[in-house]
């Protein structure tokens, strides 16, 4: 039988996808869509306000951290909602037992993101070492050809021979351990839930989290967050660090204790934090913390390669139109 416009599923996107990308023309061959495509207050992405409006009847969602999905969202979206697809990784905006109880599958993306997140770790964390915030900020501000006469002028630290530990040897944590190497590091630790059997092929050890502060001259938090480790790095944590350490957040904003890293990195506990993650996103612009010189601060751009984001949207995608089929998502979140 013929079907008319108005029996194809709704899906309906919290945020813009690619146009030119593969995603979106083959969520319009199948489905009625419906993609947020305004600024509202200065903000790209949908208002929750909005957001409980615009869900209402949608067959599928497909939405990117950190719109929250929760009850009150689910409510609003109605008993037809068949399947969520988060473009993300990170799954902490989302209740999963929530969506469980009401049977609805929930898809996200891993893998297609691991190098760029990694890569983007590396780069956050040579910025940091090497100072690269008080560079750009001397010469936009004019204060370079004052202060280029010292040899030691702006320098900063090396990863060469450095004792380097990475929180949360999963995918990303991995991806990032060996492009370390090539970095000619010296010892390589980790900490986490439990040992991986992998860690052999980076030549990683497994230490506990206090360890782990006491030796590490860069500490790189690469791990998923969980109700147990929020604010995980708090002051008594900053207090095991050397005080030459460098802190790398790339995971999320909620482990680090933001009022104790500010302490932190003011009365020299630590030398230096590069954080691609805050708590709240996005950070306000007042916050104390991008007053320091030795504070680099980036907007959640991990993952935030061309490449990536395609692939990301993409996987989206695909795993949208398994669960309206009422298949097995490609990449289900593992519940
Ligand atoms: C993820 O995939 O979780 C990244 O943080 C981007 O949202």
Redesign the pocket.
């Known amino acids: 039988s013929k079907r008319t416009m108005s029996e194809r599923p709704k899906a309906y996107l919290t945020q813009k996808i690619p146009v030119d990308g593969t995603g979106l023309t083959q969520l319009q061959a199948v489905c009625d869509v419906n993609m947020y495509d305004e600024v509202e207050g200065g903000q790209i992405s949908v208002s929750r306000e909005r957001l409980l409006k615009d869900v209402v009847g949608a067959n599928a969602l497909i939405l990117?951290?950190p719109v929250k999905v929760d009850a009150e969202l689910l409510d609003a979206a109605g008993s037809q909602l068949k399947v969520i697809a988060t473009v993300?990784?990170?799954l902490d905006h989302i209740d999963l037992k929530e969506c469980a109880r009401r049977r609805i599958p929930v898809g996200y993306?891993p893998d297609v993101?691991t190098d760029a997140v990694a890569e983007g770790t590396i780069g956050l964390t040579l910025a940091t070492a090497r100072r690269h915030k008080e560079g750009v900020q001397a010469v936009s501000g004019g204060s370079w050809g004052s202060t280029w006469d010292s040899c030691l002028y702006l320098c900063g630290q090396e990863l060469r021979g450095a004792t380097v530990g990475i929180v949360g040897l999963g995918r990303i944590g991995l991806g990032v351990a060996r492009r370390l190497r090539a970095f000619s590091i010296g010892r390589l630790m980790y900490c986490g839930r439990s040992p991986k059997d992998y860690a052999g092929e980076v030549e990683a050890e497994y230490v506990s989290f206090d360890q782990l502060l006491e030796n590490s001259d860069f500490v790189i938090a690469c791990c998923s967050v969980n109700p147990s480790n929020h604010n995980l790095f708090d002051a008594a944590a900053f207090k095991k660090m050397k005080k030459s350490a460098i802190l790398i957040n790339t995971s999320r904003g909620i482990l680090v204790d933001q009022d104790a890293l500010y302490d932190a990195l003011s009365s020299g506990e630590i030398l230096r934090a590069g954080l691609d993650v805050t708590s709240p996103e996005p950070f306000p612009p007042d916050h104390r913390l991008l007053t320091l010189p030795n504070c680099l601060v980036l907007p959640?751009l991990?993952?935030a390669s061309m490449r990536a984001r395609h692939a990301?949207v993409d996987l989206a995608v695909r795993n949208t139109l398994a669960g309206l089929r009422g298949e097995p998502l490609e990449t289900p979140v593992p519940i």
């Open positions: 990117p951290y993300s990784v990170g993306t993101l959640h991990g993952s990301m």
